[in-house]
Nanobody
Framework: QVQLVESGGGLVEAGGSWRLSCTAS????????MGWYREAPGKQRELVAR???????NYADSVVGRFTIARDNARNTVSLQMSSLKPEDTATYYC???????????????WGHGTQVTVSS
């Protein structure tokens, strides 16, 4: 299987910055799309940011200009740099990856177990 492990959750003041990281390991040749989702209390899990193998990014409107996603293809890692944090950003953040085997065979979509980010007012 493919394992995704998030790290970096914690408590931060509003207006501050914070960084999350995710590392993929297991049975795959490469990962195409990789991204971050979040689930706030009482809300559905939503896309935060996503990046393709080639580096094309996509952000939720609520985080544009404040969050930056980046990946290291060689290390199979993805990070989320968060700035100007707001209490509304409080959520459990999940790493997601689309994995493929050699020859282009689709391996599957995989999720991390999540890491909690709490922004105090």
């Amino acid at each position: 299987q493919v394992q995704l492990v998030e790290s970096g959750g914690g408590l931060v003041e509003a207006g501050g910055s914070w960084r999350l990281s995710c590392t993929a390991s297991g049975s795959f040749d490469r990962i195409n799309d990789m991204g971050w989702y979040r689930e706030a209390p009482g809300k559905q899990r939503e896309l935060v940011a996503r990046v393709t193998f080639g580096g094309t990014t996509n952000y939720a409107d609520s985080v544009v200009g404040r969050f930056t996603i980046a990946r290291d293809n060689a290390r199979n890692t993805v990070s989320l740099q968060m700035s100007s944090l707001k209490p509304e950003d409080t959520a459990t953040y999940y790493c997601n990856a689309e994995a493929y085997l050699g020859g282009g065979a689709f391996r599957g979509h995989f999720w991390g177990h999540g890491t909690q980010v709490t922004v105090s007012s």
